[in-house]
């Protein structure tokens, strides 16, 4: 596609539910990374992919978080019993060459936990 | 643990100025050095992409440059427009695995023009 594209854009849930926030990067891209925002911070490091391989995942913050990039290319973050404290912006990027590292990045995932 | 930090946390200026943000980080052993442009319910545009074997690059009225050593970058803004409103932020990456890992951004600069 022309862009990253992540869906759902905005996503309420209600706390214990299990969400799943999905990742489209541009087509080709190699890379493909996940990121937390929380408000009037700077994204926060979660995981990588490079192809369908898990790279990194130091940044997740505990186990109810898991990613997966089967086929190399769309990507699912999944988190398990949500709570309130996941409410954050998650947001995806992906770069044609991991040596390059030049990413770029979909509008983001507004998660809200009730 | 590497920490970015950016100065000035926010600015505002009349339209026409030059201006300079500032971004240092704690560990110089960097892969490379990211500038990106964040507009409200957007994501994020990368404006600039520093090697950490260059000194500067420059993209229109954009110029960043990169001191390793001293683990400091600036972002250079000229004749500045109210267009270049926005939140910029520094993210700075290590090496890993024959290329880059995750970023570790800053927590940004909001920047407005006022016309």
């Known amino acids: 596609g022309a862009g990253v594209s992540q869906s759902p854009r905005y996503k309420v849930t209600k706390r214990g539910q299990d969400v799943a926030l999905r990742c489209d990067p541009i087509s080709g891209h190699v890379s493909l990374y996940w990121y937390r925002q929380a408000l009037g911070q700077g994204p926060e490091f979660l995981t990588y992919?490079?192809?369908?391989?898990?790279?990194?995942k130091s940044g997740l913050p505990n186990d109810r978080f898991s990613a997966e990039r089967p086929e190399g290319s769309i990507s699912t973050l999944t988190i398990q019993r949500t709570e309130q404290r996941d409410s954050a912006m998650y947001r995806c990027?992906?770069?044609?060459?991991?040596?390059?590292?030049?990413?770029?990045f979909g509008e983001g995932s507004r998660l809200t936990v009730l | 643990k590497q920490e970015v930090t950016q100065i000035p946390a926010a600015l505002s200026v009349p339209e026409g100025e030059n201006l300079v943000l500032n971004c240092s980080f704690t560990?110089?052993?960097?892969?490379?050095l990211q500038w990106f442009r964040q507009d409200p319910g957007k994501g994020l545009t990368s404006l600039l992409l520093i090697q950490s074997s260059q000194r500067e690059q420059t993209s229109g009225r954009l110029n960043a440059s990169l001191d390793k050593s001293s683990g400091r970058s600036t972002l250079y803004i000229a004749a500045s427009q109210p267009g270049d409103s926005a939140t910029y932020l520094c993210?700075?990456?290590?090496?890993?695995?024959?290329?880059?890992?995750?970023?570790?951004f800053g927590k940004g600069t909001h920047l407005i023009i006022q016309p």
């Open positions: 560990d110089s052993a960097i892969y490379n």
């Open positions: 992919f490079n192809y369908e391989a898990q790279q990194d």
């Open positions: 990027a992906s770069s044609p060459y991991h040596r390059d590292g030049e990413l770029f």
């Open positions: 993210a700075v990456s290590h090496y890993s695995g024959g290329g880059a890992d995750g970023l570790t």
